[in-house]
């Protein structure tokens, strides 16, 4: 008489996502920067429904109101008003979307432009190497500040000039990461099999290369949302990025400096908005990094 032995299966690993999620969320500190910043997203993407009053409207009977927590604040300016009597709620909350769209487009301008170089320059080496890392040397020997005030003082103030400004500062980065990265792939075994099976440079670079690159690029275009804001604001605090009236948190800044004494909130809260964020992309990038890099693993 034979018994029947069970069967036993074995336990199916977590998927990439899954096990991503697990080493991420290991990292309170990266959990809380990631709830921040969706916050701040959903409070962007709604600015139109959720702010309470136009950023740009002007009340004049309401000039620098506290906000509604402190003495003679007012429920209809939960965060007070500034010298001209618009409501700080609305235009932070209008500057969230402003700041973030420009974290978007200066990260996917640098970091497009940093692939492709630092790609060229890790694969072909030599002349091409040394020509395009000489160039980001003297880029990095540079204040990064100073550096985009200068472009800007050329092609004039402006955002749009300042995103472009912020974006060739911090391309260095990019293109120094991504050469080091790809430096380390491209004697590899997978890389010379492409190679003898017929694949180009180009199909070298892009579909066997990068895709093994990107892990130290996710995290620095994470924390390049930071840089980005910060660079920004500074700018526009220098009155060479947004103008006024637009809602940007630097620009906020620099057109009340006069009423710090007065109204402490019409600098406090700007400032403190960027704070939050600034330090939020932060712990979020930490979070990437130990989750993606296998040497951080726990």
Known sequence: ???????????????????????????PGAVAGLVVIVIITLLAVFADVVAPHDP?????????????FADGGS?????????????????????ARLSLLIGVIVVTLSLAA?????????????????????????MLALPSLLLAI???AILGPGLANAMFAIAIVVLPHYVRLTRAAAMGEVNKEYVTASRLAGAGPLRLMFSAILPNCMAPLIVQATLGFSTAILDAAALGFLGL??????????????????YIQRAWWVVTLPGLAILITVLAFNLLGDGLRDALDPRMKR
């Open 1 to 27: 008489m034979s018994t029947a032995t069970p069967s036993t299966t074995a336990p199916t690993p977590p998927g990439a996502l899954a096990a991503f999620w697990s080493d991420f969320r290991r990292n």
């Open 56 to 68: 740009s409207a002007q009340f004049r009977d309401a000039l620098l109101v506290p906000p509604a």
């Open 75 to 95: 429920w209809s300016f939960p965060l007070g008003t500034d010298d001209v009597g618009r409501d700080m709620l609305s235009r932070l909350i209008h500057g």
């Open 114 to 138: 940093g692939i492709l170089l630092g790609l060229l320059a890790g694969y072909f080496g030599g002349v091409v190497d040394t020509v395009i890392m000489r160039l980001m040397d003297i």
């Open 150 to 152: 200068a472009i800007v």
């Open 241 to 258: 990025g947004a103008q006024p009236p637009t809602p940007e948190w630097g620009t906020m800044l620099a057109g009340v400096l006069q």
